[in-house]
């Protein structure tokens, strides 16, 4: 029962992964716009860069006791 199971599961899986959508259609985002895109990867790109270097810097602001 479980060899039928493992088996059907595995010829789905081969089925979906064969399928082409197109450039772009696996992500959760629209790459056609390039003006977006590339304002929401620079804002990306800057909270993960930034959120380091803010709490270093919040850190050596505070008043040492």
């Known amino acids: ?3 039928q199971v493992a088996r059907r599961a595995f010829s789905t ?3 979906r992964q064969s399928e082409s959508f197109g450039f772009g259609s ?3 985002f629209n790459v056609k716009n390039k003006t977006r895109l590339s304002i929401n990867m620079l804002l990306y790109t800057m909270t993960g860069f930034g959120a380091p270097l803010f709490a270093g810097w919040w850190q ?5 006791l």
């Open 1 to 3: 029962m479980f060899g």
């Open 13 to 15: 899986s081969v089925v």
């Open 26 to 28: 696996s992500l959760p």
């Open 60 to 64: 050596l602001k505070k008043k040492r």
